[in-house]
């Protein structure tokens, strides 16, 4: 039997699925496709004979979307098919096949495409269209509908299934995307990650391995990331892989899995045909055998989902990298919105050692601005990029590059040409250039322990130095850390002393979701998002956030109490006492704060207490701890003296109770000094004002109202047992009317709406109130009882109602008791033990019942009457247990004269069984059993405990017993603070004249300023900035308090422990590195030396005398300054020597790629015998008015340089400029291209550049400042098709004053104006311009003009706003705010900042 590797040739004896299987990568079986379709479609039925609507939509909706790329047209290659697809020795001495059978299978004719003719389609190699002509892959290879898609399985790895695709190189993004997130069901990712790096396997230090793998992990998984690689099971993917794989074998199932998306080249992959299936392979089973893939790939079984790329073509690496470019850059554009966060995709480049492809990987991340992180001691490119990072880039040159080639490439140094290392050293130093977007990874340095961390890191270093068109940029920061979920970094990235809080409430809107028309938005953005944070459970963001705000007591008690609402509607207990207890926490930073507060100025903190804030919805920081039942926050000592001082009124809080009992009684005393009033002003007032001050204090209203009550009850008492006449005396309609004056006062109650909270609100307000509820009854009965009063014939009942009544308003007394230090606690212990006597007496009802009825049964034969049944049930089980035994239930004082014997008698019981001889028959010593165990129940167990239940409530009430009356106080202090001063019945007065206010003159309702009080905005903001300063105060001695802490100490101590072992293991390689510098400058000095003794040498031979062009340029003497290796000091920024943007690589809407020029090689006056510049000139619609380039360059010898050539000034602001091979040669240096570009002319393009400037105005007119300088706002413009703004200017056409740009912008009847402000401005800069269309024969030069309008009111400048326009396409015209951060066109950047240096403004 042949080996099954080998069954697809002859198809008579084995399977052709056990040919893919094995031999994929050449699929070597005629008509492949064919045949293996048939077997999937047999293999798909046996499969999915149930029937998946979701994999049929899937297999239509693929071939229809996706395509393949396959070659129609087979053209013999000189190469044969030794490709290392089929390693046929291996398998001819492993199944001894014949020499001859391995020799024909490995030299086979192979097609351009690098497919063998077996191959292709039968068309593709009889193909008369194409015949005879060179294979090109443009006509030659065309697209067909995909036929490798569906679930792969790793054979022999287990069940993991994943995703796989077979995809053109030409497919939309977007198509990929809806495959991804609506097909394969993936979430939309909060962060995309892009492993680059080498794709062989190659060593790495076993602890940064470790530290690689945890952080890369950890990101993905806290941040719901996506990790996209090459897909293959080798170097970094492999490593990524690996990472993956131990995260799913450590994590449980609910931590999900790791979306690891590997795109590779389909023609690479070794073992492919196992994929091939028409109808979706559900699972396709792939084998990995790296022992006999060669030069091919195996795929990686760790990675979730694949996307192979197709170009048509068999062993070609890197055909997937323009795909997943645009893949990438497709996703990173798209918004992601969770938890109310609106964000777009952030992207991350973290590269792992790597080799010239990755370099470009790098610089293409680089130029598109996708952060990259390096992981220094990975090796190769990412070590040389690590070590040359923190310098300065004139100090990268060729020669350090090709010294940290020779150490780092050992193996392949010999293959790095002379234009290679020019290349790479141009590169790096682009890279290195954009400091902002580059990160280095160097585990145990800067803090680093992750490379989570520094992944996050670069993504906000990057978003840092972006512009968000005049707007802080910190909340884009914030929505990343959001949509992460990682409050580290929002702690030590985003909320640190360097940003500035005071921001509009516009930036924070998408922070967060509300509910439509349930929560109105206000200008507090710190205030929303704390909420956001408290319901999302996010608590440490929740903390950091707080520690921002403002209004941050009347915030932590708002917390608190959306917590503890929170925590009733928690079915899980855990959760529920989470919240409980973050609640709590945030009550005591509210107590900490306020007695911060209270310390400092007991007046101001008392205002707080009674603000109105506005961001909370118009309460009180007092209102809402007692909405949230905060009573360690209301039993505060500052509180407390605030309510007692709101409970005297305008009395002094020291004249004691006697005194004023005393003045009540005596109202004259108060004319004299036995009473002492709290403001001065009122001691030598009139009568009128002393009164009105003493009788409107609450404490006189309170006393009043218990002698009033006092004298209600008296009077009632009296009525209903001595003067109860069916005609109502004089005393009785009295009665009446004090209880009207009652009902109307409990109306205003219910009525009394200052704060606008309407009749719903304010009802169920006044309901929750047990002591209102206790009223509403008392005075129903009362009205039910005087009902049945005046109805003859119900003239008894209704004195009965009005008993009831009276016990009620009895009850009420205890009310009024609360305010006594004394009973007040004793009131709140009986209402707490009334509960407990509840839940008593649903378990003696227990026994009551069962004792009773079987009692019942047994003593008594079927008694009919329904009220002595219940009499012997309930009533004597229940009266046993306090002693009052039935004489009949043991039969010793059985007496039938106190029974029934046949319970007719009403008045009587009915006599227990008995005989003929009148003896009871009943059982007694059942009943006497009975009636001991159950007197043993109840009067033992039952009754103690209740005494036990009463006990507990006692000491737990006692222990809080301060802290519970002191918060009960509060509602007896605000209700005789809002009450009318006179008592009932005499209140009627006020509720007259209330009546008439309200109703008649439709006057509101005012709240009296000591509760609650609206200030002043200056007053306001005043008071919210000290209680802001006093609360950085209160975290500062928490901090201390936690650094004092023992435990704390212990952790301190232990990392620094971990520092100092960290430095000590970094000092060998520290020294390592001082030693190799000291050595390179040695070797210099001596390299020196040696060319010094040489031209001595050759000066003597010459008698003596030596040509001083000779004479070698000399080093300095002294060895180069040492610098410790691996120092993380970041070099100082200066302005580039040479231009920058003109020697990007690519030329600017071209496909031309730059000879690269490093640095060192820019000026014309150093040798770079290796320059070779392309030649480009682009074709322009403008031909007449361009200089013309035809077959040579004759027709250039009529140009006239450096001088006016008709109408084109070719003249140069630098002076005069070089002209070589007749054309001239830029005055900046070298740009690494030759001709024309996009230019018009060669030479300079003349352009004009005008900067119209105005200062930045407050709400009110002032100037805005920053960091006591003025800022200024530019005028400027963006094209639709470009992502930089650019100053309203641009290139001269010749004779012409304004540039065509600015007229874009510009009405035609405003030109002249404009022009005169033009003369009238102030010139800042004359001179070349940095621009990426420069080359070496053609640059742009310009002349920028300042445009300033001083004043905000200018006529000139409200002429240019109505005469700005649009044009097609319409360019967007911006008023920008001035600063650094600007992403301006070219050098505009460097214009501005000499117009803010002119003008003394901030930049």
Known sequence: ??????????????????????????????????????????????????????????????????????????????????????????????????????WAFSKRVMCECGYPREQHLEEATKSSVFLGKEWDPKRHIQEMPTDAFGDISFAGLGPKVGKYVRVSVDTPPCIIYQLMT???????????????????????????????????????????????????????????????????????????????????????????????????????????????????????????????????????????????????????????????VAIKIPIVCVVLEGGPGTLDTIYNAITNGTPCVIVEGSGRVA??????????????????????????????????????????????????????????????????QDVDVAILQALLKASRNRDHFGHENWDHQLKLAVAWNRVDIARSEIFTDDHEWKVQGVSLRSLYKRSAGRVTFTMDPVRDLLIWAIVQSRKELAEIIWAQSQDCIAGALACSKILKELSKEEDDTDSMEEM???????????????????????????????????????????????????????????IQAFLTKVWWGKLCVDNGLWRVILCVVFFPLIYTSFVTFREKRLQPMSCLTRTRAFFTAPVIIFHLNILSYFSFLWLFAYILMIDFQPTPSWREYVIYFWLFSLVCEETRQLFYDPDGFGLLKMASLYFSDFWNKLDVCAILIFIAGLTCRWIPSTLYPGRIILSLAFIIFCLRLMHIFTVSKTLGPKIIIVKRMMKDVFFFLFLLAVWVVSFGVAKQAILIHNEERVDWIFRGVVYHSYLTIFGQIPSYIDGVNFNLDQCSPNGTDPYKPKCPESNKDKRPVFPEWLTVIL????????????LNLLIAMFNYTFQQVQEHTDQIWKFQRHDLIEEYHSRPAAPPPFILFNHLQLFVKRVLLRQPAKRHKQLKEKLEKNEEAALLSWEMYLKENYLQHQQCREKQNMEQKIRDVAQRVDVLVELLDLDRVKRTGLVEQRLTGLEEQMSQTAKTLAWIVRALRGNGFGSEEDVPTMVPSKAPELKEYGSEEKPEETTALYHVSARNLLYPSSSTVRFPVPDEKVPWEVEFQIYDPPFYTADRKEVAASD?????????????????????????????????????????????????????????????????????????GSIYRKSLKKMLEVLVVKSPVSDHWALPGGSLEPGESLPLKLKRVLRREFWPQFQNLLNQGAEVYKGYVDDPRNTDNAWIETVAINMHFEDQSDVQMKRLNSFLQGSDPEPCVWWQLVDKRIPLYANHRELLQKVTALLGAYY
């Not at 094995?22 to 004979?49: Q, T, W, Y």
């Not at 290392?84 to 059978?101: A, E, V």
């Open 1 to 102: 039997m042949l080996p099954p590797e080998l069954n697809g040739v002859c198809p008579d004896e084995g399977d052709s699925y056990v040919v893919h299987s094995k031999i994929c990568d050449l699929e070597m079986v005629p008509n492949l496709r064919r045949s293996n379709s048939g077997f999937c479609k047999s293999k798909r039925k046996a499969h999915f004979a149930t029937g998946n609507n979701e994999k049929e939509n899937l297999s239509s909706w693929i071939p229809e979307n996706i395509k393949k790329k396959e070659c129609v047209y087979f053209v013999e290659s000189s190469q044969m098919s030794d490709t290392g697809q089929w390693p046929m020795s291996k398998l001819g001495r492993r199944y001894n096949l014949p020499r001859s059978w391995c």
């Open 182 to 340: 609506q097909h394969w069901g993936l979430d939309v990712p909060n962060l995309l990650i892009s492993v680059t790096g080498g794709a062989k396997n190659f060593n790495m230090m076993p602890r940064l391995k470790n530290v690689f793998r945890r952080g890369l992990v950890k990101v993905a998984q806290t941040t719901g990331a996506w990790i996209i690689t090459g897909g293959s099971h080798a170097g970094v993917m492999k490593q990524v892989g690996e990472a993956v794989r131990d995260f799913s074998m450590s994590s449980s199932c609910k931590e999900g899995e790791i979306v690891t998306i590997g795109i590779a080249t389909w023609g690479t992959v070794y073992n492919r045909g196992s994929l091939i299936c028409p109808m979706g392979g559900f699972p396709a089973e792939y084998v990995l055998d790296e022992e006999s893939q060669g030069n091919l790939s195996c795929l990686d079984s760790n990675h979730s989902h694949f996307i192979l790329v197709d170009d048509g073509t068999h062993g070609r690496y890197g055909v997937e990298i323009s795909l997943r470019t645009r893949l990438e850059k497709f996703i990173s554009e798209q918004t992601k919105v969770k938890g109310g």
């Open 383 to 448: 070590d040389v990029i690590a070590q040359v990072a923190n310098r300065p880039v004139p100090e990268i040159t060729i020669s350090l590059i090709q010294k940290k080639l020779s150490i780092l490439f050992q193996d392949t140094y010999e293959l790095f040409t002379e234009g290679k290392i020019v290349e790479w050293t141009k590169k790096i130093q682009d890279i290195v250039r954009s400091r902002q977007l580059l990160t280095i990874f160097r585990e145990g340095k800067d803090g680093q």
């Open 580 to 638: 409980l207890t973050l609640a709590e926490e945030y009550e005591h930073r509210a107590i900490g704060v306020f007695t911060e507060c209270y310390r400092k100025d007991e007046e101001r903190a008392q205002k707080l207490l009674i603000r109105v804030s506005e961001a909370w919805g118009k309460t009180t920081c007092l209102q809402l701890a007692l909405e949230a039942k905060n009573m360690n926050f209301v039993s505060h000592g500052g």
């Open 931 to 942: 009636l001991c165990l159950y007197l043993l129940f109840t009067n033992i167990l039952l």
């Open 1188 to 1260: 013309l380039l035809r077959d040579s360059l004759e027709a250039l010898s009529k140009i006239n340089y450096n001088a006016m050539d008709g109408l084109i000034n070719r003249q140069s602001f630098h002076g005069t400029y070089a002209i070589q091979n007749r054309l001239p040669l830029n005055p900046m240096g070298r740009t690494g291209l030759r001709g024309r570009g996009s230019l018009r002319f060669f030479g300079p393009n003349r352009a004009l550049h005008p900067i119209v400037t105005r200062w930045r105005r407050n709400m009110d």
